[in-house]
């Protein structure tokens, strides 16, 4: 949060998100289960995907979490004084300009390159670091020709090696299997060291994926990246926006910006309080974006257990939704829509604005108020 905003008050916002702790610590212990012998993790960068880092990580080390992955040393850093006693692990790595806070919070930074490693081990006095090996995305990590050779030279070895799957979230895809021969292969170039390959996906693609630490995330917050894995996560995040005005409008009338909505029938329409600004993404609208010419419908919102459709352009701060088929007393100013939730899941709502569950997380902006339970 930037310092120049404080939190929403609840009263006053059009749109809030509740958290359910005790969802997310139940999705984590699952994951332990499907982790094996392996100790289980948790990825809380982006604030937690978006939910609260220092929430989503003191709930989890409450429940026996002891290693945890953020982005770059100022998520550590922000972590730390929180858990003073777990590992944090900066996934971005390390420069001259984030040593000094590395050191400061103790963190554990993940090297990527053959130059990190030199400066790590050149000036860091022994201490830790994970190593990591890029297996086949070409995003970070040495190739395995370099670790090969890393692993022959006489820096002082790495606490932990790792490497992160391409394409887990699709179980039969080949890259998956070439991936875990060539981390098997890499990991007896360093003896005796602990080793890290699945995220949320590759926990499900079994034992050879396990190895000694799991790193889920988005399976946490209530994810289901692997369309049919067991179990299916609790979700833990609930996305509602406030009604502001219910309008009566005529079949043939036009809604929202650009005109690229017509009224098929008399209607009543819920013009609620969020927006593409909250990460109500404009994608999702019910027509006029260039994925409704592709993908069938838009968004929907939930009252009640039953679906209504967004209409028109998701506008900066406010959305449209066709209430029509709603009784009049389901429904009025001041009501809440459910936008994802017990009623529409994470992945559907994602779906809908030709996104991933990850981004619609993320996304979520700084205007809902927050409420944790559990
Ligand atoms: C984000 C991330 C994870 C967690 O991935 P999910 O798909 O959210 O489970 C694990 N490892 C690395 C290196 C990551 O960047």
Same mark, same amino acid.
């Given at each position: 949060m930037s310092p120049s905003q404080a939190p929403p008050d609840p009263g006053a916002a059009t749109t809030r998100m509740s958290v359910d702790l005790t969802a997310l610590a139940a999705n984590w212990l699952s994951l332990r289960e499907l982790s094996g012998s392996a100790r289980c993790g948790a990825a809380v960068k982006a604030d937690g995907y978006g939910i609260g880092a220092i929430e989503a990580a003191s709930r989890l080390a409450r429940e026996g979490c002891r290693d945890f992955f953020v982005a770059d040393a100022n998520e550590g850093a922000s972590l730390r004084p929180h858990l003073p006693d777990v590992r944090i692990h900066v996934l971005n790595g390390v420069f001259e300009d984030s040593f000094a806070q590395i050191l400061a919070h103790d963190l554990v930074p993940v090297i990527n390159s053959t130059e990190q490693a030199a400066f790590w081990t050149g000036t860091a006095d022994g201490r830790a670091y994970a190593l990591h090996i890029d297996t086949?995305? !070409?995003?970070l990590g040495l190739t395995p020709e370099q670790a090969a050779a890393y692993a022959q030279s006489d820096a002082p070895p790495p606490a932990l090696l790792m490497s992160h799957f391409?394409? @887990?979230? $699709? %179980?039969?895809?080949p890259l998956n299997a070439r991936q875990i021969e060539m981390f098997e292969a890499l990991k007896a170039c360093f003896p005796s060291i602990e080793a890290s390959l699945a995220n949320s996906a590759g926990i499900h693609l079994g034992k050879p994926a396990h190895h000694d630490l799991t790193r889920p995330g988005i399976s946490l917050y &209530?994810? !289901? %990246?692997? @369309?049919? @894995? !067991?179990p299916k996560m609790r979700p833990v995040v609930t996305a509602e926006t406030r009604v502001l005005q219910i309008r009566q409008a005529r079949a043939g009338q036009p809604v929202s910006y650009g005109a690229a909505h017509f009224l098929s029938r008399d209607s009543r329409i819920a013009v609620c309080g969020i927006g593409y600004a909250d990460?109500? =993404?404009?994608?999702?609208? &019910? @027509? &006029?974006?260039?994925l409704r010419s592709a993908a069938p419908k838009g968004a929907f919102g939930a009252i009640n257990g039953k679906r209504v459709p967004v209409i028109g352009k998701i506008t900066m701060d406010l959305t449209m939704f066709d209430?029509?088929? =709603?009784? $009049?007393? $389901?429904? &009025?100013?001041g009501s809440w829509i459910e936008l994802f939730g017990p009623t529409i899941s994470l992945e559907e709502a994602a779906q809908a604005a030709g996104t991933i569950s990850y981004e619609m997380l993320t996304s979520l902006g700084r205007r809902h108020a927050r409420r944790y339970t559990g």
């Open positions: 086949g995305m !070409n995003r391409a394409c @887990a979230d $699709e %179980p039969g895809h &209530g994810g !289901n %990246p692997v @369309a049919d @894995a !067991n990460g109500f =993404l404009r994608a999702g609208s &019910g @027509a &006029g974006v260039p209430v029509t088929d =709603l009784g $009049e007393d $389901e429904i &009025g100013a």
